[in-house]
T-cell receptor
Framework: AQSVTQLDSQVPVFEEAPVELRCNYSSSVSVYLFWYVQYPNQGLQLLLKYLSGSTLVKGINGFEAEFNKSQTSFHLRKPSVHISDTAEYFCAVTHGGGKLIFGQGTELSVKP | DTEVTQTPKHLVMGMTNKKSLKCEQHMGHRAMYWYKQKAKKPPELMFVYSYEKLSINESVPSRFSPECPNSSLLNLHLHALQPEDSALYLC???????????FGPGTRLLVL
């Protein structure tokens, strides 16, 4: 069975500071990994995904993530955050069988 | 274009009402999904349709009835709901049901 752990439920950060949202997964088979963002009262928007190939993945809005197979991690980073990045962020994993397993989410709060 | 549309945006219904949620995509995706999301929680998978056939039902109560009339359209029929069914209902689609899922904006349902 697969599982996803987002290590921080809330991350407060000041505007223009760097941020890292942590995600660890467990799986006995190869997986595909995703980060989604959910702004208040909206659906989920795909930020980036790792399917194969380069372990450093770049996404929208200046975010990037690095797949680390040995540490089973897929941490999300942004070098300089904006107020508009305030949202809920979900890490998710699938082995390709149609079921997407989500972490519990990390609430990113960017303060001026 | 990675757009999934959902109607209505908001829905209020009584416990004896019958209503339907609608989801549409025109990306040629062959898999479509219904999720339920409670506040401050990740989405929970309800149903998966693959090539217009129901492939996954996550033990959802029969008061929720999915329907996939064609490859672009997914409905969720609601009958005799309970107040605890109040939530954000999200639809998603993916090209082949194996990897990347794209989400719609959701329907916020309130059951009185």
């Amino acid at each position: 069975a697969q599982s996803v752990t987002q290590l921080d439920s809330q991350v407060p950060v000041f505007e223009e500071a760097p941020v890292e949202l942590r995600c660890n997964y467990s799986s006995s088979v190869s997986v595909y990994l995703f980060w989604y963002v959910q702004y208040p009262n909206q659906g989920l928007q795909l930020l980036l995904k790792y399917l194969s190939g380069s372990t450093l993945v770049k996404g929208i809005n200046g975010f990037e993530a690095e797949f680390n197979k040995s540490q089973t991690s897929f941490h999300l980073r942004k070098p300089s955050v904006h107020i508009s990045d305030t949202a809920e962020y979900f890490c998710a994993v699938t082995h390709g069988g149609g079921k997407l397993i989500f972490g519990q989410g990390t609430e990113l709060s960017v303060k001026p | 274009d990675t757009e999934v549309t959902q109607t209505p945006k908001h829905l209020v219904m009584g416990m004896t009402n019958k209503k339907s949620l609608k989801c549409e995509q025109h990306m040629g995706h062959r898999a479509m999904y219904w999720y339920k999301q409670k506040a401050k929680k990740p989405p929970e998978l309800m149903f998966v349709y693959s090539y217009e056939k129901l492939s996954i039902n996550e033990s959802v109560p029969s008061r929720f009835s999915p329907e996939c009339p064609n490859s672009s359209l997914l409905n969720l029929h609601l009958h005799a709901l309970q107040p605890e069914d109040s939530a954000l209902y999200l639809c998603a689609s993916s090209p082949d049901g194996k990897e990347t899922q794209y989400f719609g904006p959701g329907t916020r349902l309130l059951v009185l």
